[in-house]
């Protein structure tokens, strides 16, 4: 039993299994604050169910378990051993690790490894707008959208702004035709005749009026374009500087250890 100075420390007792007792103190630890007086009471009961269980578990464990089945210990010290090498490894790392990747280094990286970066389905640069069929003025938005003067550029933002649905007059973003068949929807059961035959898509469906250019595309099997797989080099890249910092602290812990004679092999 605890002494009149820890009971007053732990609190009130709240609820017991076997030997275990369960204090308010510890309630008050994981009390979410500013609860309903019902949601409070709930979760007071909530927690003391789980409690109980938890050392009911362990209280059956403990008897119905051999000594042998109970070992724990060796797993218990790897676990803490594991936990700790990560802790270590982790603070290691980042007070080291360089996060910048130059451009020129990504290129490079491209220009060596292209053939892993080979594309799995067709890609296309776009831009489009969606809005009402019933849009004003919608006969003059063909004409604007695909004009290259800048006094149509500026009418054609103004008039997405006020009217679309959605839109994306930003042409450098590559995506797939899979994404793209979600934002236009087309009717095509060979992509890339689709892609080869269409360089503007004109459909209205359902109440809306679609309008898209295709800027460029890019078939599946073919090299991808560098910019599409710019932020997986960039990951790449700082994965490879993160093992190279591990391997070298690994090399240098048992050089310095043999040096210093804090490490040694017998015959």
């Known amino acids: 039993m605890p002494s009149d100075e820890d009971a007053e420390k732990e ?6 299994v076997y030997d275990s007792e369960l204090y308010s103190s510890e309630l008050e630890k994981v009390m979410p604050r500013d609860l309903s007086p019902e949601d409070s ?12 269980k938890n050392e009911l578990m362990i209280y059956k464990a403990e008897f119905n378990l051999s000594e042998e089945q109970k070992q724990f210990e060796e797993q218990i010290r790897n676990y803490r051993n594991d936990l700790l090498k990560f802790a270590y490894l982790e ?13 020129q280094e990504v290129k490079d990286y491209y220009e060596e ?23 004003p003025d919608l006969e003059d938005l063909p004409k604007i959208f695909k004009s290259d003067k800048e006094e149509d550029r500026a ?22 035709f899979n994404e793209f068949r979600k934002l236009i929807p087309i009717r095509s059961y060979n992509q890339q005749d689709f892609l080869a035959r269409n ?3 004109e459909i209205e469906s359902e109440g809306l009026y679609y309008l898209a250019e295709i800027m460029d595309y890019k078939i599946k099997d073919n090299p991808s374009p560098l910019v599409y797989v710019e932020e997986i080099i960039r990951k790449t890249l700082v994965n490879k500087r993160r093992l190279d910092l591990i391997a070298d602290l ?11 004679k804090e490490f040694e092999t017998y015959p």
């Open 11 to 16: 609190g009130k007792l709240i609820a017991r």
């Open 41 to 52: 009471s709930s979760f007071v009961q909530n927690y003391i169910n789980v409690w109980a």
């Open 91 to 103: 603070k290691y790392v980042a007070d080291r690790l360089d996060t910048s990747v130059s451009e």
């Open 113 to 135: 490894h292209l053939a892993n970066f080979q594309l799995k389905e067709n890609i296309l640069r776009t831009r489009f707008v969606c809005v009402p069929a019933d849009a």
């Open 155 to 176: 009418l054609l933002m103004d008039y997405v702004l006020r009217n679309a649905r959605n839109f994306s007059l930003d042409d450098t973003i590559w995506m797939s």
């Open 199 to 201: 360089k503007f898509v």
């Open 250 to 260: 690994e090399k240098n812990l048992l050089s310095d250890a043999l040096k210093k």
